[in-house]
């Protein structure tokens, strides 16, 4: 059993692919163009001078910070201590992980 098309000709959309493709086309290449010609003019100096934006009232002078001078520090060296070969060491090292 093959199914039969019920679609007419006008409601076919594959032969007015190409028509779409332009259009589309057209409008993209429409807005590239817009954007790279827009032209955006500056305002003039006069005009920023004029408003004023200060919104601080008081300044005020922040003093300055005191840090008081670090310790100095002390490094004790290790104490080296020469044992003979035929002498046992009773301490034991310990290593924990």
């Known amino acids: 059993?093959?199914?039969k098309l019920k679609k007419t000709a006008q409601a076919d959309l594959?032969?007015?692919k190409d028509f779409f493709f332009s259009i589309s086309l057209f409008i993209t290449l429409s807005l590239i163009l817009l954007a790279f010609e827009w032209k955006q003019y500056d305002t003039p100096i006069v005009e920023l001078i004029s408003r004023n934006?200060?919104?601080f009232?008081?300044?005020m002078d922040?003093?300055?910070t005191e840090i008081p001078p670090t310790?100095?520090?002390?490094i004790q060296q290790p104490r080296l201590v020469e044992v003979p070969d035929e002498q046992e060491i009773k301490r034991r090292n310990q290593i924990c992980i």
């Open 1 to 3: 059993m093959a199914l």
């Open 71 to 74: 310790p100095e520090i002390v």
């Open 53 to 55: 934006t200060n919104t």
């Open 57 to 59: 009232e008081v300044m």
């Open 62 to 64: 922040v003093p300055a």
């Open 14 to 16: 594959n032969n007015k």
